[in-house]
Every structure is written in C-alpha cells, then in structure tokens.
C-alpha cells in the first residue's frame, strides 16, 4: 500500500485599513525536515482581511498540489492548513457557515483545489504564523512600491535559525576584490555558534561550518578565492548635503551634479584596479545612475536587487535631524535606542532592514560564489553589511562613518567566515 505524502500549509493575509491595500502569503513545509518547499505571495489591491486570508490560503493549497500532482491525484495526499485566521479555519472544517457573499466564492475555489478528505485546518496562534505573515507584509510592502511580491526579495526564512560564524582575522593588504591577498591562508575562524544572532553563515556551507570548525591562530585550509562584495554608497543628490533622511519610501532622487562627478571618478577608479566581475545595484534611482556610470566604464550589464534598497523612513523622509526630533521626538529617541522602532508612519525598523539584507546576502553568496561583485547600494545595507560581518551589537551602525561615493569591501569564504577588507575609502574623490 502506497504510503501518504504530507505537505503543511502555514497562509496568512492582511490588510492595511480593513479594507485597503491588502495582500497574502503562503508557505508549503515538509513536516519531517522543517524544509520550505515553496513560498507564494501576492499584492491584491484594496481588499478586506478576510479576503486576503482566503487568498492566502488558495494560493498555498495550489503550491501544495504543484508540488506532488501524482499524490494529488492519486488520493495519497496528506495536506495540513495552519493558519490564525479563526474564521477560515472554522469555515473551511464545515463547523461555522459561511454567510458573507465575499466568501463564498473564495470558499468555493478553495475548496476545489484538493479533496475534502485529503486537507485538515489547524488554528494556531499569530506568533506561530510568522514566515506566511512576513510573506503577506512583503507583498503588501511592495504594493506600496507599485510592484508585486518577488521570490529574490523574500527575507521570510530567515524565521528559521541558523548557525553563526565570526572570524578574527590579521591586516590584509590589496585592492578591494583581490582575491590574491591571501586572507583564505592566514585567517583564523572561530567556532560555530548555533542561534547567535543574524550574522549567519551562507545556508549552502552551514553543514560544514558546523561538521570542522576552525579554532584560535592555527593555519586554515586554502578555500579558494571567497565571494567579495566590494561596497559602494551612491553618489550625492540634492539631499545628501543637508543631511537629510533619504529612503526607500520617499521622492527617489536623482544623482546631484557633484553625486555624477563622484560616479565618473569611482567608475575611473575600479576600472584601473580590474577587479569588478558583476554589478548589482538597488532599484532606486541614485544607485541605478552611480552603478550605470561603472557599467559604461567596465562593459558590465546591471543586475538590479530589491534587497539592497535603503531602510523605509516612512513619516521621516525628506526631513533633517533635526525636524525629527522636533515634531517626532519620542518616536526618535526609541528608533536610536532599539533596533525593534520604527520609524514614525510605518517604515523600517533596523531589525526588520538586518533580516532583509542578511537574505540578500545569503543569495548573492551562493550566486557570485569565487567572483568579486560592485555591490551599488546605501548607507544602511552597507552598514549593516559590515557590521553582521565584524558580530557587532546593532549600536554600531551609529558609530561607523560612511560617506557619499565611498568604497568599502567584505569577503565571504565557503567555510562561512568573513573578511572586512575596507571600509569608506573615499581616496578616488581627492
């Protein structure tokens, strides 16, 4: 006799207004392993909770049926809902009517997708539903941008801990990317520590880490040239001298005169050194223009990376310090005392920006594995960047100097650990 396969659906949806911009999330897990198999989420427009809900919940039972259509359709299925919808929950298991004509359709749809027999809802507490609900609040932050959901900027499986490395590392000389500088033989690792925090190692290498760590100034193995991000803060807009908050949920300026004088000079500048083997840029529009300028430079093509975008600002966009803190002091003094705060109107917390740019990461490691890539991005991912790479508290983003047009680099090697190799080299400005 056939045995069952068993998928678990965790959805989620939301609504910013009940009803108003509104989207979903659903994640597919493999009950055994913990595994996420497939995530989906989607921005719907103006919709209530419920609505969302719902098409949370259609979404991730046809990621369920995609995933294992033989099982499907053989009856040998076993699909678990988890949701903390009390409502869908209760109506999709026949115990409460479904009386709202909204509903009705969705609950219909729902229902088509798998039999009856082969699909059982779980109510669980919303604390327990984070991964779908961070895939709902993706897709509805990216509604705000006027874009839908992609899987490459997804940071929701960063609810899963894993191992951490830090490594202690001696002076190392060389252009930013030079991968002959000879950090792979002469740094010391220090052992994993399982669940420290966010500055974890690249999934594809925390088996490894874990299986053979490396302890205190005894010689490593040659792991061969690391991944190497070489860090470049745009170049100025018209907000940049007056210091003002410039972020991903504002105007999106362009690059000041003085910011394309800056572009020009760093494309000069890394196209002497010859190390820059791919380009990745934040979509918004300062970094686009500063990584086109190296492009033309060095005959690269420009891949763009939502994940690398600057911390949403919200109400604080446009403004300087010090008007913050004139109309917004209390919420200010909790964004600088807890990487938890947001900023006023809903932005970004810090935690929320280090989740992001840590997922980012991730993916870039493992894609630009040996090769030295121009990261064109913004204060706060490079910051967060270093800071993650050195194991420092979250306090020490204020307390690093970074300015406009700058050039910083990091190297990631394949047993995990990592190499700051520079850090707000303005010396091609001069």
């Known amino acids: 006799m056939t045995q069952p396969r068993q998928l678990v659906i965790e959805a989620d949806g939301g609504s910013r207004g009940n009803p108003g911009p509104a989207g979903y999330g659903a994640v597919v897990i493999d009950p055994v392993t913990g595994e996420t198999l497939a995530e989906a989420a989607e921005y ?3 919709a209530t909770n419920n609505v969302a809900e719902y098409k949370g919940l259609i979404a991730g039972l046809k990621a369920a049926k995609a995933l294992l259509p033989d099982a499907s359709a053989d009856g040998t299925l076993r699909v678990r809902v988890r949701m903390d919808s009390k409502l869908v929950v209760e109506q999709m298991s026949g115990r409460w009517k479904i009386k709202h004509p909204d509903m009705k359709p969705l609950a219909a749809e729902a229902a088509r997708i798998l039999p009856a027999s ?6 669980i507490p919303r604390e327990q539903n984070k991964h779908a609900d961070r895939l709902a609040n993706e897709a509805m932050d990216a509604g705000k941008r006027g874009r839908q959901w992609e899987p490459s900027s997804s940071t929701a499986a960063l609810d899963t801990p894993r191992p951490s490395t830090t490594a202690v590392l ?4 060389g252009p930013p990317g030079d991968a002959a500088a000879g950090a792979a033989k002469a740094r010391a690792a220090m052992s994993a520590r399982p669940g420290a925090g966010t500055g974890t190692a690249p999934a594809a290498v925390t088996a490894a880490v874990t299986a053979a760590p490396q302890v205190g100034w005894a010689a490593a193995p040659d792991l061969g040239a690391p991944a190497t991000f070489v860090l470049l803060r745009h170049g100025e807009t018209a907000l940049t001298p007056e210091k003002r908050f410039s972020g991903s949920g504002g105007s999106d300026p362009e690059l000041s005169a003085t910011g394309r004088d800056q572009a020009e000079r760093i494309a000069r500048s890394l196209a ?5 083997e791919e380009i990745v840029s934040s979509p918004l529009r300062r970094c ?4 086109a300028a190296v492009a033309a430079r060095l005959g690269l093509e420009v891949r763009i990376e939502d994940g690398l975008r600057e911390t949403d600002f919200g109400a604080w966009e446009g403004l300087t310090f ?3 803190r004139e109309r917004y002091g209390p919420d200010l003094d909790a964004w600088l005392s807890s990487a938890k705060a947001a900023p006023t109107g809903g932005g970004e917390s810090f935690a929320e920006v280090t989740r992001r740019v840590a997922a980012t990461r991730d993916r870039l490691t493992t894609r630009y594995a040996g090769r030295t890539v121009l990261l064109v991005t913004h204060v706060t991912p490079i910051k967060t960047l270093v800071r993650l790479a050195l194991g420092a508290p979250p306090e020490a983003m204020f307390r690093m100097e970074l300015s406009a047009a700058s050039v910083s680099a990091v190297a990631y090697y394949s047993d995990g650990n990592v190499s700051l190799r520079l850090l707000n080299d303005t010396s091609h400005l001069r």
């Open 44 to 46: 719907i427009g103006v």
């Open 322 to 324: 010090a008007e913050v």
């Open 272 to 276: 002497a050194r010859g190390t820059i």
């Open 288 to 291: 686009r223009e500063t990584a």
């Open 118 to 123: 082969v699909v059982t809802y779980e109510w």
């Open 170 to 173: 001696p002076p190392v000389s």
